[in-house]
């Protein structure tokens, strides 16, 4: 099972967020278009046709027109994927009304990213917050007519793909039962048996699209897992109760505003600008580059920040990547560890071709990766490469003594990063150097063996009693959290670097 889940981690991490969604709707709308063909959908093909390329179209026409105006560069897959949504949000009709409705939903939504937005971040998803104002027009009201059963086939596998990508199986479990729970309730009430008031709210209601392309976003998520947690049961209520206020009535896209809202107060307000400083080399192949905050970012020892590089060759992975932050909290400057060896993608490019005075911005901050609050708790951080980047930051930030073992994999002596910072935290070492050679004096020598269950016993034998921390690639990480867990590890946190 760990070997699949490695293959299927590594497959996935080849797509970036943004592309995966955007192949998923883009399969999705091909097979709504074969099933109106069958005659499970009756929207017409023709109607299919023009409200596809209306809302794709137009979202992306507006949102390179609002650039220009700007002065910002276009993020062209988030548009394209804005105007997949609000393709399946409203029926495809040739009614003039209806056009008119969907077009200004489609202009709403890009307009949104900019006039809904705190010092550049977009505060609202845009495809609800088009398709919002827009029934308040009366011209056009969402219908989301994904939520068919015959969509469910292709339906269900991509909300899971998405799901399992974005890291977000746990938080689209809680809105559903919450949700699913409510509306359960509410029709048995009415006198369905138990197998329909089941079957309503998954295949006739957006529960499953909702959740799986528009709640999850993380652009508007808050930064720590328990808020998104409690985020996902709020919305889930907002959602699945009936309410009227009269000039509103409950629907799919206010219950995801108000979660916007919600998780707006509750995380980074506003785009984080950064001005790069400089950098310096950890490994032969890795750096560790220097920012300085336009305004001072509130983050957690062990976190992440996802930067937004624009770049001019795209290679179709994406502009955004996430970086583990290595400061401490509150010093003047953010810096990040970054891996150098090829090949690297357009992005990343970007990124090391920084000069002094440049800027960039961030889009987000978050991450669960966090020590124990209490610091009598003792900790075995296992770093696997460059996953040692957020271990810098942990042991940057330490005030008080706190009993921690790092074991630290890598291919050589060579390979070891911030060895004088290593050494000053007062961590007990342990280095397994895959080439034999032999680690700095203060590091105990593993050997070149594989780190298994037994061994990770013999070299740190009061495992149950510490809380652990695994960090690096997908694959060392499935097998090193394996190897814990074996060993008698109570609990056991992951930082996978999933090529984001």
């Not at 390329?53 to 027109?65: D, E, P, Q």
Request: charge should be positive.
């Amino acid at each position: 099972m760990i070997a699949v889940k490695s293959r299927l981690d590594t497959w996935l991490g080849r797509f970036t967020m943004y592309r995966l969604i955007l192949w998923v709707l883009g399969i999705l709308a091909a097979y709504s278009m074969i099933l109106n063909v069958l005659g499970w959908l009756t929207f017409g093909l023709p109607q299919m046709l023009v409200h596809l390329m209306l809302c794709v179209g137009l979202t992306y026409a507006s949102s390179r027109l609002l650039a220009l105006v700007f002065r910002t560069r276009p993020h062209s897959e988030s548009s394209l994927i804005t105007g997949l949504l609000l393709y399946f949000l409203f029926w495809p009709s040739f009614a003039a009304t209806d056009i008119a409705g969907v077009a200004l939903a489609c202009v709403l939504a890009s307009v949104s990213k900019y006039a809904l937005a705190f010092r550049g971040r977009h505060i609202f998803n845009p495809a609800a917050a088009g398709a919002f104002i827009t029934g308040l027009t009366g011209l056009n009201i969402a219908t989301w007519w994904a939520a068919t059963p015959a969509m469910l086939w292709l339906l269900v596998p991509g909300v899971l793909a998405v799901l399992y990508r974005t890291r977000k199986m746990l938080m689209a479990a809680v809105f559903l039962v919450v949700a699913t729970g409510i509306v359960f309730t509410e029709l048995l009430g009415r006198g369905m048996t138990v197998g329909q008031a089941l079957w309503q709210p998954l295949a006739q209601r957006p529960l499953l699209f909702f959740v799986g392309f528009m709640l999850t976003e993380p652009l508007t998520l808050p930064p720590r897992r328990w808020q998104q947690l409690g985020l996902a049961a709020v919305v889930g209520v907002v959602f699945a109760v009936p309410y009227n206020l009269g000039f509103v009535a409950n629907s799919p896209e206010l219950a995801l505003l108000l979660g916007n809202l919600l998780a707006f107060f509750l995380g980074q307000r506003g785009r984080v600008e950064l001005t790069f400083k400089g950098s310096r080399q950890l490994t032969p192949d890795s750096r560790e580059l220097r920012f300085e905050p336009k305004r001072p970012v509130r983050f957690a020892a062990g976190q992440f920040m996802e930067l937004n590089l624009p770049h001019r060759r795209s290679d179709g992975k994406g502009r955004r990547r996430v970086f583990s932050i290595t400061s401490a909290p509150g010093a003047p400057e953010v810096t990040f560890g970054v891996g150098t060896a090829g090949p690297l993608s357009a992005a990343k490019k970007a990124l090391l071709s920084l000069e002094p005075g440049d800027k960039v911005t961030a889009t987000s901050v978050g991450g669960d990766f966090l020590l124990p609050r209490d610091p009598g708790r003792p900790v075995l951080l296992i770093a696997a490469g460059i996953g040692v980047t957020p271990f810098l930051s942990h042991l940057a930030s330490e005030s008080r003594p706190r009993d921690i073992v790092l074991l630290y994999l890598a291919e050589s002596r060579d390979e070891l990063a911030a060895c004088g910072q290593l050494e000053a935290s007062g961590a007990r070492v342990i280095a397994r150097l895959a080439d034999g050679s032999t680690p700095p004096a203060f590091m105990h020598d593993a050997g070149t063996g594989r780190i298994d269950a037994r061994r990770l016993g013999e070299l740190v034998p009061d495992i149950p009693e510490r809380e652990v921390y695994v960090s690096g690639s997908p694959a060392s990480v499935d097998s090193l959290r394996a190897a814990a867990r074996g060993a008698g590890a109570r609990k056991v946190r992951v930082d996978s670097f999933a090529g984001y």
